[in-house]
């Protein structure tokens, strides 16, 4: 009984450790961003998938990476990704909005929008008065009901 109690407190504080590494790292890569060294972020944030590749934020802040160095498809994976692990990640349809604008998919931005604006995320709201105004009228009939 004290060895399975042994091993539990073990694997309990190295999912702990884990967590602070991932969060000091997420830190770091924000960090970078914000000093526009987005190779240096790409690679913090791939030092986090490394420790959990089922964390949507590193996947998130690493489409971001790419989407500034103009690397559209590479962020639109990680965009995708991080959707894939959390179908209610508003920011991330965001941002997948952004690209899809850039690749001149116009529907698919504003369908992505729209749904980062229903998730919560209000900075969505003004791309959507912005470029889709039939998605808008969609919307506000749908408010409606």
Same mark, same amino acid.
């Given at each position: 009984?004290?060895?399975?109690?042994?091993?539990?407190?073990?694997?309990?504080?190295?999912?702990?450790?884990?967590?602070?590494?991932?969060?000091?790292?997420?830190?770091?890569?924000?960090?970078?961003?914000?000093?526009?060294?987005?190779?240096?972020?790409?690679?913090?944030?791939?030092?986090?998938?490394?420790?959990?590749?089922?964390?949507?934020?590193?996947?998130?802040?690493?489409?971001?990476?790419?989407?500034?160095?103009?690397?559209? $498809?590479?962020?639109?994976?990680? /965009?995708?990704? =991080?959707? @894939? *692990?959390?179908?209610? !990640?508003?920011?991330?349809?965001?941002?997948?909005?952004?690209?899809?604008?850039?690749?001149?998919?116009?529907?698919?931005?504003?369908?992505?929008?729209? $749904?980062?604006?229903?998730?919560? /995320?209000?900075? =969505?709201? @003004? *791309?959507?008065?912005? !470029?889709?105004?039939?998605?808008?009228?969609?919307?506000?009939?749908?408010?409606?009901?």
């Amino acid at each position: 009984m004290k060895k399975i109690l042994f091993i539990l407190l073990v694997f309990c504080s190295a999912n702990v450790f884990s967590q602070k590494e991932i969060d000091d790292l997420m830190r770091k890569g924000d960090v970078k961003i914000t000093r526009k060294d987005y190779k240096g972020a790409i690679d913090i944030f791939n030092k986090v998938l490394e420790i959990n590749p089922g964390y949507p934020d590193a996947y998130l802040y690493r489409g971001m990476g790419e989407y500034l160095l103009n690397d559209l $498809k590479t962020s639109m994976a990680d /965009f995708n990704k =991080a959707i @894939e *692990l959390q179908p209610d !990640f508003a920011e991330a349809y965001f941002y997948r909005g952004v690209v899809n604008g850039d690749l001149k998919k116009n529907d698919d931005a504003c369908n992505d929008w729209v $749904k980062s604006f229903d998730l919560g /995320f209000d900075g =969505a709201g @003004e *791309l959507i008065d912005k !470029f889709c105004k039939d998605k808008e009228k969609e919307i506000l009939e749908k408010n409606k009901k």
